[in-house]
């Protein structure tokens, strides 16, 4: 927990009776983390960070009286989806109130090839329910089968699906976003088109999520194979020309270099010993082309139907920020890193990074769709000896042009590319949360229009 619980928490649990709350310790301090462990820096710095209390709402209604509540006793409170991200968002950095949105997962409808649906909703779940309709979410993460869609889109950016559809922050991937503010009176806000993206990878610092609309895809039956090379440029190589034949039916195209397939659990024997892979889903009316596109330049040695079932593991589950979680079951000296190549030379910067750091960077790229262009996003493996080092490696991509968004701190601008927070979130947090109570630290040019009493 924080060094002491807030002053206000026995006022506000009393002002929100009748709301699910949790107040016992080990619970609160458990659901207060995420996967900031994969950073042995953030580790460091948020280990123990704890909310006093966790409050569950369970529709929207029970939202505004927690908000009103916070805002009258100046309490912090921090939303929470399935805290499946890396970087500390949904870590209380001050205590108060984690606010877990799980509740709140109602489909209000599904028309016009788009979605409206609660942001506690289990991104597989909404799949399963989509499926009658022959349609399913353009994108999710490598942790779709635990993440919720508002903390996809409050703390992520892309994943699988963005080969064809780009990142979230693309126009036209979210659609609205309803949001509640943190006032005595707390108004409800309808984000439509651009302006919904004042929400996106925010970690919850400019409202509260209270509903998504976004536009669906296909729900082709898809295919998994894992394709075995004789070393990483050559999956490099062939997962470019697959990203570039846009006749083929994709949403993922991750090559990955050795030793990190050794670590693969169910499909090691898919794996050859000392072989890079390239994990990719292909819509099975595509299968045939991809086979031939790859010829004989690397060997096909798994193929089965994708399925987010239990019993199976689905292969987008060693891809994306999966493959670091993979090695580090087995290794905690290892960490990673976030990268976007330049379109027009993405082939050479990898092969540059990598040999540029032979032994302390293991090559891990998906291939991505952004602004328009094909380009790998990237989480290379880096073996972890001191943040110093940690820091020349990552400058050392920056000065070579290839772009880094820092996943070893846990705040909005030092996380991004641009290092900033964007115009339009800043501006948006200081009419919502004018209190700055809204996960306070996450977003650190903020200033409060109204200083707290």
Not at 262 to 268: L, M, Q, T, W
Not at 329 to 356: I, N, S, W
Request: net charge neutral; charged share 20%; hydrophobic share 45%.
């Amino acid at each position: 927990m924080s060094a002491l619980p807030h002053p206000q928490i026995g006022a506000l649990l009393a002002a929100i009776d009748g709301v699910p709350v949790t107040t016992e310790p080990s619970t609160v301090r458990k659901r207060s983390r995420d996967f900031f462990w994969y950073s042995p820096i953030l580790d460091a710095q948020l280990r123990g960070k704890s909310a006093d209390i966790l409050v569950s709402p369970r529709d929207e209604g029970e939202v505004v009286r927690v908000a009103a509540a916070c805002a009258r006793l100046g309490v912090p409170i921090t939303p929470r989806g399935a805290a499946t991200g890396n970087y500390g968002q949904a870590v209380p950095l001050h205590g108060g109130v984690l606010l877990d949105m799980a509740g709140l997962k109602d489909i209000a409808w599904v028309r016009d090839g788009s979605v409206r649906c609660g942001p506690g909703l289990v991104m597989s779940e909404l799949d399963a329910a989509l499926a009658p309709h022959g349609l399913e979410q353009r994108m999710h993460p490598s942790t779709k089968r635990r993440a919720t869609v508002g903390g996809f889109v409050a703390g992520g950016s892309g994943g699988i699906g963005s080969i064809t559809y780009g990142g979230l922050r693309e126009p036209g991937n979210i659609l609205a976003a309803r949001v509640i503010t943190v006032e005595p009176e707390p108004r409800a806000i309808e984000l439509r088109g651009d302006a919904a993206q004042k929400v996106n990878r925010a970690y919850g610092t400019t409202g509260i999520i209270t509903a998504l609309e976004f536009p669906l895809a296909p729900a082709w039956p898809w295919v998994d194979l894992i394709v075995a090379f004789d070393s990483f440029a050559e999956a490099m190589a062939f997962g470019h020309r697959a990203a570039l034949a846009d006749g083929i039916t994709k949403k993922l195209l991750s090559p990955i270099a050795w030793p990190l397939p050794s670590h693969f659990a169910e499909v090691r024997p898919h794996c050859p010993e000392g072989k890079a892979v390239l994990i990719a889903t292909v819509a099975k009316h595509s299968v045939d082309s991809f086979l031939a596109l790859l010829g004989d330049a690397g060997a096909v040695t798994l193929e089965r139907p994708l399925t987010d079932a239990p019993g199976q593991t689905p292969l987008y589950e060693y891809t994306w920020n999966h493959t670091t979680l993979q090695m580090l079951k087995a290794d905690r000296g290892v960490t990673y890193l976030q990268c976007l190549f330049p379109h027009d030379a993405v082939l050479e910067k990898v092969a540059e990074m990598c040999a540029l750091f032979p032994d302390e960077l293991l090559g891990h790229c998906e291939f991505i769709r952004f602004g328009g262009r094909i380009t790998a996003s990237a989480l290379p493996v880096i073996r972890y000896t001191t943040p110093e080092r940690l820091s020349t490696i990552m400058a050392a991509h920056e000065a070579a042009g290839v772009m880094i968004a820092d996943p070893h701190v846990y705040t909005l601008e030092d996380g991004s590319r641009h290092k900033r927070a964007e115009a339009d979130q800043l501006g948006f947090k200081r009419e919502v949360d004018p209190r700055g109570l809204l996960n306070p630290g996450k977003m650190r040019s903020y200033v409060p229009a109204a200083a707290a009493t």
